[in-house]
């Protein structure tokens, strides 16, 4: 079964999940895990270019169905936005809805995948999608790219100026999504505050705010290379 992902959305969309035989045979056929954390990512990140979702496949007898995560340059820009009510737009998802949602639409039909899918989002609020976590892992690995970022700025012409707003743009929303994400949860869901709280407690962010560190940057240089004073 499911020998192309065609097939596995076809299954999806005309059984009965909630069926016990249905639910056994789709998670023999599709990592459902894997497949959560992929889509969770990217909606929690808002990041709207979701055509950019893969499958894929070991070529051996027995092996699921799994997904990659990959492109999110369209992340880490709107706290506000409701990326779970895009994702799983019947229309569509992704830039001018140009991917097909029938998969997550009609799994979010499944009671079992709903009660999976806040599970597991419960499951990473407090030790992956944590602002303080995520700041702190920002700020470390900002330090370790930090030095190769003057070459970076020249390459594709942009100016230092314009990287200091990106990354304070980062830090802004890194703050305010949990705020935005608990909203759009309790409210896809139809969760009572009480559920809410206790699946995805409030958050506070207690994490400095992320400083770039110039001295790492010939700053005159920089500003001459783009054509940019400010």
């Known amino acids: 079964k499911f020998k192309n992902n065609k097939e596995a ?3 999806i969309k005309n059984n009965n999940l909630d ?5 056994a045979t789709l998670e023999s056929m599709m990592d459902v895990d ?5 889509y969770l990512c990217h909606i929690y990140y808002s990041n709207f270019d979701t055509v950019n979702i893969r499958w894929w496949r070991e070529k051996k007898d027995g ?4 997904w990659m995560l990959y492109d999110l340059d369209y992340a880490l820009y709107v706290p506000f936005q409701n990326n779970l009510e895009l994702i799983t737009d019947p229309e569509g998802h992704g830039v ?3 991917f097909d949602s029938s998969l997550i639409y009609n799994l979010m039909k499944s009671d079992n995948f709903r009660q999976r899918f806040m599970q597991r989002t419960s499951t990473y ?16 690995t900002y330090g370790k790219i930090a030095a190769e970022m003057p070459n970076q700025l020249q390459r594709w012409d942009v100016s230092f100026s314009h990287h200091i707003d990106e990354m304070n743009e980062a830090d802004d929303f890194i703050r305010r999504r949990p705020a935005y ?17 206790q699946l995805l407690p409030e958050q ?4 400095p705010k992320i400083i770039i560190d110039t001295s790492l940057f010939h700053i005159s240089e920089i500003m001459m290379m783009s054509g940019n004073t400010s």
């Open 181 to 197: 994400f608990r909203t759009m949860f309790r409210n896809y869901f139809g969760l009572t505050e009480d559920e809410l709280d």
């Open 19 to 23: 069926d016990p035989n249905n639910w």
């Open 34 to 38: 894997n497949m959560i954390d992929t």
């Open 63 to 66: 092996a699921k169905w799994r």
């Open 204 to 207: 506070t962010v207690t994490y």
């Open 9 to 11: 959305t076809d299954f």
């Open 96 to 98: 001018d809805k140009s």
């Open 125 to 140: 609020w407090g030790n992956i999608f944590n602002s303080d976590v995520i700041l702190a892992k920002f700020a470390q």
